[in-house]
Structure formats: structure tokens, C-alpha cells
């Protein structure tokens, strides 16, 4: 009995395993791109220069960029790649007139998309916040990156404190949903609200305003986006 126990249980986790992996194939890749592209920008030989070592990390994650948008079956994760990839050809005459040599660029671009794909996948609360959080620390180094510009540093720096409140607001949001309904996941929120819809609505619904709050200014929409 307990080795058709322990049979049943690596039948049930490979099961487990080979749908994470259909579902989140174009997640995978982008992760193991960017641990990639960033063994091959340390190793990349120093007889070149450090502007074709950038140019050569750029091609690599358009090409990237392209093939995340072959293996995607999703409307908006397809739309979040063609935006992507028209944000870096067109940032190339930006890094060209400003004579700006950094291959991270290019890096922290594909880690911003792979945490806007875990934003969509996202099924509770938990996985959302780890979507945001990987997202906007990318953002955060982006408005870092040029080190001699104090402009840079201080939008970093502010962007930094206020995505922080922001995130600050957005666990309390989620402890008084968690509070309210003791559920997390999305699935099971909406049957909560559905059956439940008179009791603890008071709570709910300051709860899902932070929350609504912190994703919308770590999205930069309106009316966060000053």
C-alpha cells in the first residue's frame, strides 16, 4: 500500500508539473532568458566593446521578445510583448543620441514583462503581490540605471519610497479582504461576494479600494500616474 501510495503521489505531482509548465511555458522561457542573457553579458568577451556587448545583449531579447510572442496563446500577454518590443526599438536612438553604454537596460526590460505576465496568470492575492513587486523593482532600477544623473537617482529614489507606501497599502488592502472573507484566491473571493454579499461589506470594500489603490499606482494608470 505505501509504494502504490508514493506512486499515485509522482503521478499526481508530474500531472502537477506538466500543467505548470503548458500554462506558464512563456513565463519559463523568459526567466531562463534573462538568467542567460545575464551569464552571457558577464562572460562576453572583453576584447570587444562595451557598446557592442549592449547591442548584442538588445538583438538577443528582441529575439527573445519575438519568440515569448510565438509561444503565447493569451490576447494580453500578447499585446504586453508587441508593446515591449516597440518600447525597445524605440528606445535605440534614445541609448544612441545620449551615448548611454549599459547592457541592464535590456535585461530589466524582460524582467519587467515576465512580472506583467505573472500579473495576468495571477489567481490570488499572494502571486499578485509577487507580480507587482518583481515588475516595479525592475521599474526602480530603470530609474536608476543612469548613476552619474542626479535627476535619476532622485526619480529612483522618490519612485522607490512611494512604491513602497504603495505596497504597504496594498498588504493591508489584502489582510482586511483576508479578514473579511478568509479566502485569498480570486476564484473563491467571487463566490464568497456572491453568497455573502450583505455581511462584512463595509470591509470588503475598503479592503479592494487599497488594494485597486496600490495596483493602479503600481501601474502608473490614472489617477496615480503623476
Given at each position: 500500500?505505501?509504494?502504490k501510495?508514493?506512486?499515485?503521489?509522482?503521478?499526481?505531482?508530474?500531472?502537477?508539473i506538466?500543467?505548470?509548465?503548458?500554462?506558464?511555458l512563456?513565463?519559463?522561457f523568459?526567466?531562463?532568458?534573462?538568467?542567460?542573457?545575464s551569464?552571457f553579458?558577464?562572460?562576453?568577451?572583453s576584447?570587444?566593446?562595451?557598446?557592442a556587448?549592449?547591442?548584442v545583449?538588445?538583438?538577443?531579447?528582441?529575439?527573445?521578445?519575438?519568440?515569448?510572442?510565438?509561444?503565447q496563446?493569451?490576447?494580453?500577454?500578447?499585446?504586453?510583448?508587441?508593446?515591449?518590443?516597440?518600447?525597445v526599438?524605440?528606445?535605440?536612438d534614445?541609448?544612441?543620441?545620449?551615448?548611454?553604454v549599459?547592457f541592464?537596460?535590456?535585461?530589466?526590460?524582460?524582467?519587467?514583462?515576465?512580472g506583467?505576465?505573472?500579473?495576468?496568470?495571477?489567481?490570488?492575492?499572494?502571486?499578485?503581490?509577487?507580480?507587482l513587486?518583481?515588475?516595479?523593482?525592475?521599474?526602480?532600477?530603470?530609474?536608476?540605471?543612469?548613476?552619474?544623473?542626479?535627476?535619476?537617482?532622485?526619480?529612483?529614489?522618490?519612485?522607490f519610497?512611494?512604491?513602497s507606501?504603495?505596497?504597504?497599502?496594498?498588504?493591508?488592502?489584502?489582510?482586511?479582504?483576508?479578514?473579511?472573507?478568509?479566502?485569498?484566491?480570486?476564484e473563491?473571493l467571487?463566490?464568497?461576494t456572491?453568497?455573502?454579499?450583505s455581511?462584512?461589506?463595509?470591509?470588503?470594500l475598503?479592503?479592494?479600494?487599497?488594494?485597486?489603490?496600490?495596483?493602479?499606482f503600481?501601474?502608473?494608470?490614472?489617477?496615480?500616474?503623476?
Amino acid at each position: 500500500t505505501n509504494a502504490k501510495r508514493s506512486k499515485k503521489r509522482r503521478m499526481h505531482y508530474s500531472i502537477l508539473i506538466s500543467q505548470l509548465a503548458q500554462t506558464m511555458l512563456s513565463e519559463l522561457f523568459l526567466l531562463c532568458s534573462v538568467l542567460f542573457l545575464s551569464v552571457f553579458a558577464v562572460f562576453y568577451p572583453s576584447s570587444l566593446s562595451k557598446r557592442a556587448r549592449m547591442y548584442v545583449v538588445g538583438f538577443f531579447s528582441l529575439q527573445i521578445l519575438l519568440i515569448a510572442l510565438c509561444l503565447q496563446g493569451d490576447f494580453v500577454k500578447c499585446f504586453i510583448v508587441i508593446l515591449s518590443i516597440c518600447c525597445v526599438l524605440i528606445s535605440l536612438d534614445y541609448l544612441r543620441d545620449e551615448r548611454f553604454v549599459v547592457f541592464e537596460y535590456f535585461v530589466l526590460v524582460l524582467l519587467v514583462v515576465l512580472g506583467l505576465f505573472f500579473l495576468v496568470s495571477a489567481t490570488d492575492f499572494i502571486w499578485l503581490y509577487l507580480a507587482l513587486e518583481l515588475q516595479s523593482l525592475s521599474i526602480y532600477v530603470l530609474a536608476t540605471i543612469q548613476r552619474r544623473s542626479a535627476y535619476s537617482s532622485e526619480a529612483g529614489l522618490k519612485y522607490f519610497i512611494l512604491g513602497s507606501f504603495a505596497s504597504c497599502l496594498f498588504l493591508f488592502g489584502v489582510s482586511l479582504v483576508y479578514g473579511a472573507s478568509g479566502v485569498i484566491g480570486f476564484e473563491e473571493l467571487a463566490r464568497f461576494t456572491a453568497v455573502n454579499s450583505s455581511s462584512s461589506s463595509l470591509l470588503l470594500l475598503f479592503g479592494f479600494i487599497l488594494v485597486c489603490s496600490a495596483i493602479f499606482f503600481k501601474l502608473g494608470a490614472f489617477p496615480y500616474h503623476w
